[in-house]
């Protein structure tokens, strides 16, 4: 059973940087497609990247060039990098993780990032 | 890219009675790669349908999903007090890889 716990989120300034971190306590995370989706207060869903059990990634629009997602699979955990972070980016962090790339069976209880100065 | 739009925003009923909740898609899709979550206020979402009408691993049978092309349905046949949230709808995109969310429809009573 995947379990997700993230961590890392906190306040930040405009431009700075944060690493967040979602660890999986179960034991299937290297087979798991893992993805990050935010979601800014008040509002929606918004997938910001996803990294396929094999490796390959993938960007929303809104954060290509800002963010990198990586994985380390022998610590069973997930990476957001996030640098020249802008207001914008303020939301509470979701990983998610699915036995297919198609949808997300698993979902961490968010951790939430605050840019502003 | 593909738009996802749900309606109603806000849909206001009692329990007991039938929801109805569309997502319609900008362009025509495949009904693998539609699904639907559940959030509740201070919660991550949960995973309701997926493939567009198989339901989740616990999810009760009053949830139903349908729909092919550009429409897509998620119907609740008899609402119950815990499924008063927030649902959205979900599309994976194979070219170019992308994951889309519907804007939400919030039920309420």
């Known amino acids: 059973e995947v379990q997700l716990v993230e961590s890392g989120g906190g306040l930040v300034q405009p431009g700075g940087s944060l690493t967040l971190s979602c660890v999986d306590s179960?034991?299937?995370?290297?087979?798991?497609?893992m993805s990050w989706v935010r979601q800014a207060p008040g509002k929606g869903l918004e997938w910001v990247s996803y990294?396929?059990?094999?490796?390959?990634?993938y960007y929303a629009d809104s954060v290509k060039g800002r963010f990198t997602i990586s994985r380390d699979n022998s610590k069973n955990t997930l990476f957001l990098q996030m640098n020249s972070l802008t207001v914008e980016d303020t939301a509470v962090y979701y990983c998610?993780?699915?036995?297919?790339?198609?949808?997300?069976?698993?979902w961490g209880q968010g951790t939430l990032v605050t840019v502003s100065s | 890219e593909i738009v996802l739009t749900q309606s109603p925003g806000t849909l206001s009923l009692s329990p007991g009675e039938r929801a109805t909740l569309s997502c319609r898609a900008s362009?025509?899709?495949?009904?693998?790669?539609l699904a639907w979550y559940l959030q509740k206020p201070g919660q991550a979402p949960r995973l309701l349908i997926y493939?567009?009408?198989t339901r989740a691993t616990g999810i009760p049978d009053r949830f139903s999903g349908s729909g092919s092309g550009t429409d897509f349905t998620l119907t609740i046949s008899r609402l119950e007090p815990e499924d008063f949230a927030v649902y959205y709808c979900?599309?994976?995109?194979?070219?170019?890889?992308?994951?889309?969310f519907g804007g939400g429809t919030k039920v309420e009573i």
């Open positions: 998610a993780g699915g036995v297919t790339r198609h949808y997300f069976d698993y």
């Open positions: 179960g034991f299937s995370f290297s087979s798991i497609f």
């Open positions: 990294i396929y059990s094999g490796g390959s990634t």
């Open positions: 362009q025509s899709l495949s009904s693998s790669y």
């Open positions: 493939g567009a009408s």
């Open positions: 979900q599309h994976y995109g194979a070219s170019p890889r992308v994951l889309t």
